[in-house]
């Protein structure tokens, strides 16, 4: 499964942004997620995040609305 590592902490698998408080599990998950789907790596690599990928149009929306 593709993944875009955004930060030494953060990685984007799908619409969702992993995030961990260890580079080396961070590391551990991503090179699982290339050989088998990230929920699985979940079991193993605990991240202390996961959030959904949210569209910038979506933002632009919520901040106008906010506004």
Request: net charge negative; glycine share 2%.
């Amino acid at each position: 499964m593709p993944t875009v590592r955004l930060s030494t902490k953060e990685i984007l698998v799908d619409d969702t942004i992993y995030v961990f408080d260890v580079v080396q599990i961070a590391d551990a998950f991503e090179a699982c997620v290339a050989t088998a789907d990230a929920a699985h790596c979940e079991i193993d690599h605990k991240p202390v995040e996961r959030r959904p990928v949210v569209a910038d149009a979506e933002v632009a929306d919520k901040a106008a609305g906010a506004a």
